[in-house]
C-alpha cells in the first residue's frame, strides 16, 4: 500500500507539473487544448489544464536571417553572385503560428525571389553603387509581404556582390583602362601646367633682362655725364689755380718759366713737337732779357684779391675750389654708393625663382 501510494503522489505531481507553464520574458506563449486555441500566455508562471494542454513559445526578440548565396543575371546580362542578410522581428505571434508553418523559411525564400527581382531590373554598376536603395526596396517589398504573417522586415543588408569570373575580369580591364585614361589627362595637364610655367618664366626672365640693361645703359649715361662734367670742372679748376698762381708773376718770371718749358720739352725722345703758344715771342724775351737790346717793360704782376674776386663769380658753375679734405670725402662717398649698388645687384638676382633668373649678359 505504500508503494502505491507513493507511486499515486508522484503521477499526481507529474501531472500538476504539466499544468505549470513557464514563459521568459522575451517570449509570449500560444495556449491550446485539444487542438482548440485558448488565449495568449505573458511572460511568467501561467497554470494551464495539465496533460491536455499545448504551450507553443514564440520569441519576439529581433532574429537575423541569412538570405544564402546565389547567382542573379542583371539587366545589363551580368552574372553576378549575391547573398544578403535580413532582420526580422515577430509582432504578431498568433499569425506567425497559424498564418503559416515556418515564417523563418517563408522570409528567406520570399527574400530570395525578391533579390533577383530587385536586381534583375537594374544593370552591374547600379547593384555595386546603389545598395541602399537595393536594400530599401528589398525591405519595403519583405515587409509588405510578411505583414499577415505577423513578421515586421526591420532592415535588409547586401552582403556581398560578386560578379562571375569572365565579367570580373572584364571589370578589371575596363578599370584598369579608365585608370590608363585618367593617368594620360593627369600626364598631359602636368605637360601643360609645365610648359605655361616655362613660358611664363622665359618671358620674366627677358623682362628683367630687358630691364637690366635699360638700367645698365641709364647708370652709364649718366655716369659718362658726370664723367665730363667732372672732367670740365677739373680743367676748369686748373685754369683757375693756373690764373692765380700767375697772378704774381712778372713779365721776366714768364720769360724764364717759358724757357725752362721749352728746356724739359728737348729732353724728351719725341723728334716732333707741338708748341701750344708762338715760339718767336719766347725767343724775343730771351734776347731782350739776355743782351738788353730792346726795352720791354716788364709785365706788372696783377691785383691777386681782384683777380680772386674775378674768378669767384664763377663758383655758381664750377663749384669751390676743393681742399684735400674735401676730396677724401668725395672719394669715400663715391666708394660707399658702389658697395650698396653691388649688394643691391646681388641681392636682387639672388631673390628671383630659378626658373627666372636672368643669364648674365
Known amino acids: 500500500m505504500l508503494g502505491i501510494s507513493i507511486t499515486l503522489a508522484i503521477m499526481a505531481m507529474i501531472v500538476l507539473a504539466t499544468g505549470v507553464k513557464i514563459i521568459q520574458p522575451w517570449e509570449q506563449g500560444l495556449w491550446i487544448v485539444l487542438g482548440d486555441y485558448k488565449r495568449k500566455l505573458n511572460p511568467g508562471l501561467n497554470v494551464v489544464y495539465p496533460l491536455i494542454s499545448n504551450v507553443v513559445p514564440i520569441d519576439l526578440r529581433t532574429e537575423v536571417l541569412d538570405v544564402p548565396r546565389q547567382e542573379v543575371i542583371t539587366k545589363d546580362n551580368s552574372p553576378t553572385n549575391v547573398d544578403a542578410v535580413i532582420y526580422i522581428k515577430v509582432i504578431d505571434p498568433e499569425k506567425c503560428f497559424f498564418e503559416v508553418s515556418d515564417y523563418h523559411r517563408a522570409t528567406i525564400a520570399l527574400a530570395q525571389t525578391t533579390l533577383r527581382s530587385v536586381i534583375g531590373d537594374m544593370e552591374l554598376d547600379e547593384v555595386l553603387y546603389n545598395r541602399d536603395d537595393i536594400n530599401r526596396k528589398l525591405r519595403d517589398t519583405l515587409d509588405e509581404a510578411t505583414d499577415a504573417w505577423g513578421v515586421r522586415v526591420e532592415a535588409v543588408e547586401i552582403r556581398e556582390v560578386d560578379p562571375v569570373g569572365r565579367v570580373k575580369a572584364a571589370m578589371e580591364e575596363q578599370t584598369s583602362a579608365e585608370r590608363q585614361r585618367r593617368a594620360q589627362i593627369l600626364l598631359a595637364d602636368g605637360k601643360r601646367q609645365s610648359a605655361i610655367l616655362e613660358a611664363e618664366g622665359s618671358k620674366q626672365a627677358r623682362i628683367l633682362e630687358a630691364e637690366g640693361y ?15 662734367i667732372l672732367e670740365a670742372q677739373g680743367e676748369a679748376q686748373h685754369l683757375r689755380l693756373l690764373a692765380i698762381g700767375a697772378a704774381a708773376l712778372d713779365q721776366k718770371a714768364l720769360t724764364v718759366l717759358s724757357v725752362d718749358a721749352l728746356k724739359k720739352l728737348g729732353e724728351g725722345a719725341a723728334t716732333k713737337f707741338i708748341v701750344p703758344f708762338e715760339i718767336t715771342n719766347i725767343m724775343k724775351g730771351i734776347s731782350n732779357s739776355v743782351t738788353a737790346i730792346q726795352n720791354v717793360p716788364d709785365r706788372k704782376p696783377e691785383d691777386a684779391v681782384l683777380l680772386e674776386a674775378c674768378l669767384r663769380e664763377d663758383d655758381s658753375i664750377l663749384g669751390p675750389l676743393p681742399d684735400s679734405r674735401s676730396i677724401q670725402e668725395q672719394l669715400q662717398a663715391i666708394q660707399q654708393s658702389i658697395e650698396e649698388s653691388e649688394k643691391a645687384a ?4 639672388a631673390d628671383q625663382p630659378l626658373a627666372i633668373r636672368p643669364s648674365p649678359p
Not at 646681388?346 to 638676382?349: F, K
Open 346 to 349: 646681388t641681392l636682387a638676382v
Open 214 to 228: 635699360r638700367q645698365a645703359a641709364i647708370l652709364e649715361a649718366e655716369g659718362q655725364r658726370q664723367r665730363f
